[in-house]
């Protein structure tokens, strides 16, 4: 019985503890991470934004929430109940999920699998169904059509994201997480410069970038929610929790990867300086929080200042510029590794 316990229910009980606190964490922090969306969009237009609820607006994000959970639940009367209701939690799950292998400090994370990589990869492809099933389910063709367009322009940018994740663990020789920022530690002074992002991968974290952008439907390619064409995108027939369920979802998966694209291209929790005591263990959670920040800040500032661009604009760029750039990528990344990086 001792030996059961020991193998089997302690550590089940030790993830569900760590997925716990990690689920709670999350929940905080979508909050401020919309709520500081909405101060960089409000500074850029010369707005205020949020400001009322709670001490410069802090609680505006709360006060969202419990209007959202209160109003009415409606659903059409043609629409398959189940999978209707079904649809958003699958988003949330998924956006959860996603995140059991992120690491955010050396030892921090729910699960370090060595396959990391591909279980992310897993997660998102996954994701289009959320978005067909909402979509489907809601028997209206504007969220319909709108749950077409999502899918195909999902699909089209996970297949750039995936030749940068190539180039990524060709780099680093490991498709753990871990292993990953630890193959961008240095013993020099700048330890930045060792980061992803300074090397020959640097027009792939731009693509990475963008393609992230597309993946979350944010803008300029929030094509989902063209007014003028799909009134307001594949969840127009959702209210109360249901559609609070898909908002938390997209901020969930925009914070999964501006992580991660600190972890594959600015070293993580590495400090960007080698010198006491920036480059103190603790310290790991402050520098890789503070590079999703900059990431998340960009995003913002997209969103604030790019016009959106059209459909077909969109697909050419995923097809024709990224798809052919990240290939070329992955074979000049490989012949680096094999025959140029031996050598220095």
Not at 41 to 55: D, Y
Not at 139 to 153: H, I
Request: positive net charge.
């Amino acid at each position: 019985m001792d030996t059961f316990f020991s193998f089997y229910v302690l550590p089940a009980l030790i993830i569900l503890l760590k997925s716990v606190v990690l689920i709670v964490i999350l929940l905080v922090f979508v909050a401020y991470i919309l709520y500081a969306d909405r101060k960089i969009w409000a500074a850029v237009q010369l707005r205020r934004g949020p400001n009322v609820v709670g001490p410069f607006g802090l609680f505006q994000t709360l006060a969202d929430a419990l209007k959202f959970f209160f109003k009415e639940l409606i659903i059409p009367a043609g629409a398959n109940k189940v999978l209707f209701l079904l649809a958003p939690v699958i988003a949330v799950i998924l956006a959860f999920s996603a995140w059991a292998v992120i690491p955010m400090n050396a030892g921090w994370v729910v699960s370090n699998i060595n396959v990391g990589i591909l279980y992310l990869f897993a997660i998102s492809s996954l994701g289009v169904y959320g978005v067909i099933m909402a979509g489907w389910a809601s028997n209206s063709k504007y969220a319909f059509l709108s749950a077409l367009r999502g899918a195909a322009q999902m699909v089209s940018y996970e297949v750039s994201i995936g030749f940068v994740m190539i180039t990524v663990l060709l780099f680093a020789g490991s498709l753990n997480l871990s292993a990953i920022v630890a193959s961008q530690a240095s013993t020099s002074v700048f330890g930045f410069l060792h980061w992803n992002a300074f090397t020959l991968l640097f027009p792939m974290l731009v693509i990475f970038f963008v393609s992230s952008l597309a993946e979350t439907q944010r803008p300029p390619f929030d094509l989902l929610e063209a007014e003028s064409e799909l009134v307001a995108g594949f969840f127009v027939e959702y209210s109360s929790t249901p559609f609070l369920m898909f908002f938390l979802a997209e901020y969930m998966n925009i914070m999964m990867l501006c992580g991660l694209m600190s972890i594959l291209f600015l070293g993580g929790w590495l400090s960007p300086i080698n010198i006491y005591p920036f480059n103190i263990p603790a310290l790991g959670i402050f520098w890789f929080l503070l590079k999703l920040g900059f990431f998340f800040f960009m995003i913002a500032m997209v969103k604030a200042m790019v016009p959106r661009y059209r459909y077909d604009q969109l697909m050419r760029l995923g097809w024709k510029v990224f798809l052919p750039t990240s290939l070329v990528w992955v074979v000049l990344t490989a012949s680096w590794v094999l025959f140029v990086r031996p050598h220095l």
